[in-house]
Nanobody
Framework: QVQLVESGGGLVQPGGSLRLSCAAS????????MGWFRQAPGKEREFVAA???????YYADFVKGRFTISRDNAKNTVYLQMNSLKPEDTAVYYC??????????????WGQGTQVTVSS
């Protein structure tokens, strides 16, 4: 069993930055693929970024060059650095963990989500 807790969301102006964190419980964190997804009101949950146990990274096209996913296995934490934020990035951001790295929401464990609002 893995429990995930996201933090770092908030209100930011367009062009600003935020860093989301996802702290995981359990001793096998390093063996999991970790993903970030987001869901805006009235929309389906969509893939943002993922990182494998070996460090391989994958990004949705709409965040390439702006967002960076990273992990610190010693701290059981995965991060999402978000730069050049746009109003359309406004959503609840979810952290997910799974045995297999996917770009679909088919992950085994999910956090409760953290709100990101980009507005002037």
């Amino acid at each position: 069993q893995v429990q995930l807790v996201e933090s770092g969301g908030g209100l930011v102006q367009p062009g600003g930055s935020l860093r989301l964190s996802c702290a995981a419980s359990g001793r096998t964190f390093s063996s999991y693929a970790m993903g970030w997804f987001r869901q805006a009101p009235g929309k389906e949950r969509e893939f943002v970024a993922a990182i494998g146990w070996s460090g391989g990274r994958y990004y949705a096209d709409f965040v390439k060059g702006r967002f960076t996913i990273s992990r610190d296995n010693a701290k059981n934490t995965v991060y999402l650095q978000m730069n050049s934020l746009k109003p359309e990035d406004t959503a609840v951001y979810y952290c997910a963990a799974g045995v297999v790295l996917r770009t679909t929401p088919a992950y085994d464990y999910w956090g409760q989500g953290t709100q990101v609002t980009v507005s002037s």
